[in-house]
């Protein structure tokens, strides 16, 4: 097994808030290669792996792009998706985004298409925030998160497609978030903030080996969507920037996230399903979720968040092999009185985390309505959580585990766990109100609503054998040449 360390600074904040991110690679020995991440380049030509291939190819440069970092290309990026989507029945397009500073507003993609970004291409987002359209909210939530009305489009948006791919060598999509982040904390937003990228009501999605850098808000955003891959993906923020989390799977089914690498200031993967009594409404789970080979670096926030907009209900999410440094804590539910929903069938596998506040991390409690008419007996449905095979070292506490009185969190399983606690931990490593389950081998000892079972049961907490579908997809190999 090889490492490598990347260091990188974030230019975005002033100096007072410039952070070095220190992301921790593990390489070939522990994650066994990744196929998404082959990219063979000769002059004039690449190849890379994807869910579909192309028959027809363009460049921006071919619409009039100009990548000078000055020059706005919004027209030219919307000119190459609108002539391309011709070719949607005759084996699909792909555009090539070349090296050089690519200065867009908000573009819509189409469907069998994919947009590849060179390794030094980087799309820029436009920082007149007047040229960003403003759409209805998502019907999940009733409201917008920064502010009640709409929301600012994402930069790279898509809506009702099929087959959509975004990938490339490494480039980068950089969200020039400081403006937007500056309005959010000065109370100046009319909408809420956009995202990098968000699709809607679609099927058949890839996201891989590209960067996303400084978004306004929300990286990725798959949301009322189903068969999406994310493999390979880099996301930077500034760990004090406001919501800016990595990957958020909403109302999604059949998705695989995995080889990811985040650093933001808000959780790293936050899995949801809508808002209150709007998400009880729309009643669409997120469900068959696989997330794998996480790295994640979040010092405010959470590797794993399942909610806590959850109330269409998550179910049936698979997490091994994570690794989680100087975060806050490593899986954390979020939830509360007026969400309703159900969080139920969780497996989590083989992490490693080193610096923590909470390992494992329930809310009850957690606020953040959507507005004054959601229902006090929307109360959420909890079980079957399970965890096993975890290292932990410099952790604050272990555990802090909160059901709702009346309403117990049942069926949490911990196994196999090893929690280091730091010189000045809390002297009570573990606090547990309203909920039940069971433990065995875990040091330190756990609360007495999670009675030890003995070490001949530490392989009693489940994790599924069969394999969803999004795991058999198998990649193929695309070209491009250059014209």
């Not at 891959?229 to 109302?251: E, R, V």
């Not at 995995?258 to 790293?268: A, K, P, W």
């Not at 117990?408 to 931990?425: D, E, L, Q, Y």
Request: proline share 4%; charged share 20%.
């Amino acid at each position: 097994m090889s490492i490598k360390v990347v260091v990188r600074s974030s230019l975005a904040y002033p100096m007072r808030e410039m952070i070095w991110l220190i992301v921790v690679v593990m390489l070939v020995g522990s994650m066994g290669g990744v196929n998404g991440r082959k990219v063979k380049s000769v002059e004039g030509s690449f190849e890379y792996t994807a869910m579909n291939c192309r028959g027809h190819s363009a460049s921006i440069t071919d619409f009039g792009g100009v990548g000078d970092g000055k020059t706005l290309n919004t027209r030219a990026f919307q000119e190459a998706v609108n002539k391309l989507s011709q070719y949607g029945s005759d084996g699909g397009a792909q555009l090539f985004v070349p090296a050089g500073q690519w200065l867009t507003g908000s573009f819509n993609l189409t469907s069998h298409f994919t947009l590849y970004l060179h390794k030094d291409a980087t799309i820029l987002a436009s920082q007149d925030i007047n040229t960003w359209p403003v759409i209805d909210p998502l019907p999940s939530y009733g409201h917008g998160r920064d502010a009640a009305g709409g929301r600012y489009i994402s930069l790279i948006f898509g809506t009702n497609l099929t087959d959509v791919i975004i990938t490339g060598d490494n480039g980068t999509i950089d969200g020039q978030g400081l403006l937007w982040w500056q309005k959010f904390h000065g109370k100046k937003l009319k909408y809420t903030r956009p995202y990098l990228f968000e699709i809607m009501y679609s099927d058949t999605i890839q996201v891989s080996n590209v960067t996303f850098l400084n978004s306004p808000s929300w990286n990725v955003h798959p949301v009322y969507s189903s068969n999406i891959l994310m493999q390979g993906i880099t996301i930077l923020a500034p760990i004090k920037s406001p919501n800016t989390d990595g990957i958020n799977p909403d109302s999604c089914s059949y998705t695989k996230i995995e080889d990811t690498y985040i650093v933001s200031g808000d959780d790293c993967v936050a899995v949801k399903s809508g808002w209150d009594e709007y998400g009880i409404s729309y009643g669409m789970p997120t469900q068959h979720l696989i997330i794998r080979r996480l790295t994640c670096i979040s010092p405010y926030s959470a590797a794993i968040a399942l909610g806590s907009e959850m109330s269409g209900g998550i179910q049936d999410v698979r997490a091994e092999d994570i690794v989680a440094i100087n975060t806050e804590s490593a899986v954390r539910i979020k939830t509360g009185v007026g969400r309703g929903g159900f969080v139920k069938d969780i497996y989590v596998k083989g992490m490693t985390l080193h610096t923590m506040k909470w390992v494992f991390w329930i809310t009850g409690n957690y606020g953040s309505h959507a507005d004054t008419h959601w229902d006090p007996k929307a109360i959420p449905v909890i079980e079957n959580i399970n965890y096993q095979d975890v290292v932990a070292e410099n952790v604050t506490m272990a555990a802090r585990l909160e059901g709702i009185a009346g309403d117990t969190f049942k069926g949490i399983c911990i196994s196999n766990a090893t929690i280091g606690m730091r010189v000045k931990a809390k002297k009570v490593p573990w606090t547990c109100t309203d909920i039940e389950g069971v433990t065995s081998g875990v040091v330190p000892k756990p609360c007495d609503l999670l009675p030890d079972q003995g070490e001949d049961k530490i392989g009693m907490c489940t994790f599924p054998q069969d394999k969803l579908e999004i795991d058999n997809v198998e990649l193929k190999k695309c070209s491009y040449v250059t014209p």
